[in-house]
T-cell receptor, first 112, second 111 residues
Framework: NAGVMQNPRHLVRRRGQEARLRCSPM?????VYWYRQLPEEGLKFMVY????????ESGMPKERFSAEFPKEGPSILRIQQVVRGDSAAYFC??????????FGPGTRLLVL | TQLLEQSPQFLSIQEGENLTVYCNSS?????LQWYRQEPGEGPVLLVT?????EVKKLKRLTFQFGDARKDSSLHITAAQPGDTGLYLC???????????FGKGTTLSVSS
């Protein structure tokens, strides 16, 4: 049973470009969470999704950030018009019924 | 606002020493989890504690949940270089829709 998969593992973007981060949850898991980790800070919750539904997006910046978890395919975290402050490690976690969360290896985004 | 405070922030010890790291809050939590994260990787779940006063052991690691379910500790006996990493505590938010994380304790064990 493969764990949570994220790709790409590393992503470099120039200011103003778009970043798309993908997350495939563990088999049988229908709940996906996205977190952001900045240096010297803990992981911060961004958004919680179930298939085709956003349940809680209270941690998402109001602009430029969006997330989806379609019926088929991975969950996508999309950052439009990236700025240097978006540079961080982005982690996806999944759970079967909203309980224990299992984390992926993360995507390290660097904005030049 | 629910916050988890971890201490110490950094800990550097020699192989074979014992250590304890702490996770404290003014809030009561339904459960608390400890994760370990290595550089370049995601957090890996070590344990979930649910009952106040609960003690769980995982080989040389002992986890305790405070009686009031506001704090927790992680004790490592005879630390090894392989224990090196960032130890994070986390708890569900009030809505149960996300985990709140402490900033972590960075442990370095040298041989």
């Amino acid at each position: 049973n493969a764990g949570v998969m994220q790709n790409p593992r590393h992503l470099v973007r120039r200011r103003g470009q778009e970043a798309r981060l993908r997350c495939s949850p563990m088999k049988g898991h229908s709940h996906v969470y996205w977190y952001r980790q900045l240096p010297e800070e803990g992981l911060k919750f961004m958004v919680y999704l179930q298939k085709e539904n956003i349940i809680d997006e209270s941690g998402m910046p109001k602009e430029r950030f969006s997330a989806e978890f379609p019926k088929e395919g991975p969950s996508i975290l999309r950052i439009q018009q990236v700025v240097r402050g978006d540079s961080a490690a982005y982690f996806c976690a999944s759970s079967p019924l909203g309980e224990t969360q299992y984390f992926g290896p993360g995507t390290r985004l660097l904005v030049l | 606002t629910q916050l988890l405070e971890q201490s110490p922030q950094f800990l550097s010890i020699q192989e074979g020493e014992n250590l304890t790291v702490y996770c404290n809050s003014s809030s009561v939590f339904s459960s608390l989890q400890w994760y370990r994260q290595e550089p370049g990787e995601g957090p890996v779940l070590l344990v979930t504690v649910v009952t106040g006063g609960e003690v769980k052991k995982l080989k040389r690691l002992t986890f305790q949940f405070g009686d009031a379910r506001k704090d927790s500790s992680l004790h490592i006996t005879a630390a090894q270089p392989g224990d090196t990493g960032l130890y994070l505590c986390a708890a569900p938010n009030q809505a149960g829709t996300a985990l709140i994380f402490g900033k972590g304790t960075t442990l370095s064990v040298s041989s």
